[in-house]
């Protein structure tokens, strides 16, 4: 007897807690959400009763470089992204139509005020940007892939935040570089992971040159899962947007596969 299971909770109790824990991650989202006015990102509108999310880096002027506010406003969202919730999929995205995300804003990075704050700054940002880096690589954990759309120029930190999507679209806008180590450092963002991963030497060749590519050559070194025309990324978002919660990594699969 005292290692009889417990009987079921009634299927109405059930509903209820399933409900409530709905309605707690739908008011963390919300909470987390309103963090990211100003912030850099911005969540694309989707139609209703969609279960896909559009998570937009909206610096177009600055080819979407990240800042500390970026990352401070989608970190917390991340763990919202969950099959769970709803959410199907995540498409990550670029505004503009040059770059998904030219790397961290070295500029804001170097700053201007006291040189303790400013590396009170930096560390931080390398931080919180590794653990986004990570957060975002295990979406199928949370049984809501990540589709990252790199459309356009796909650099450091561009490269640690798509990387490890288990969808990544490149277009022929798409330009894939680790500038970092034609200046003499070590490949950034996870490289050492990833480089080694890709076919031969390709990821040998690109930690020690910084060496450039581009478009459908991306799927070929295994940058990218699949190629996707920019002028087809509007029908793509909405065969996405089709997709029921649950749907997984098959059917993001599936509806990219179309194009």
């Known amino acids: 007897p005292g290692c009889r299971p417990a009987p079921p909770p009634p299927h109405g109790a059930r509903m209820q807690a399933g409900s409530a824990t709905r309605r707690a991650i739908s008011s963390s989202a919300r909470a987390a959400a309103a963090a990211v006015a100003d912030s850099g990102l911005t969540m694309a509108a989707t139609p209703a009763g969609s279960g896909l999310v559009r998570a937009v880096l909206d610096r177009p002027k600055a080819m979407n470089a990240l800042t500390l506010d970026m990352i401070r406003a989608m970190r917390p969202l991340v763990d919202g992204w969950t099959a769970e919730a709803g959410v199907s999929c995540v498409m990550l995205e670029g505004a503009g139509e040059k770059a ?72 022929e806008r798409y330009v894939f570089s680790m500038p970092e180590t034609a200046i003499g450092l070590f490949p950034d963002v996870g ?37 996707v025309e920019s002028g087809d990324l509007e029908a793509l978002t909405a065969e996405l947007a089709a997709l029921p919660a649950g749907a997984g990594l098959a059917g993001g699969e599936e509806a990219v596969g179309r194009f």
Do not use: N, W
């Open 100 to 171: 998904f995300c030219a790397g961290g804003d070295i500029k804001l990075l170097h700053g201007g005020g006291q040189e303790s704050a400013v590396k009170a700054d930096q560390e931080a940002f390398f931080r919180e940007e590794y653990d986004l880096d990570f957060a975002l690589s295990r979406s199928l954990e949370r049984g809501a892939p990540l589709v990252a759309v790199c459309d356009g120029i796909t650099m450091g930190g561009g490269v640690g935040v798509s990387i490890h999507a288990p969808v990544r679209i490149a277009t």
């Open 191 to 227: 490289g050492s992971f990833f480089l080694p991963r890709l076919p031969g030497s390709v990821g040998h060749c690109l930690a020690l040159t910084g060496a450039r590519v581009k478009g459908p050559e991306a799927v070929q070194l295994g940058l990218a899962t699949h190629f």
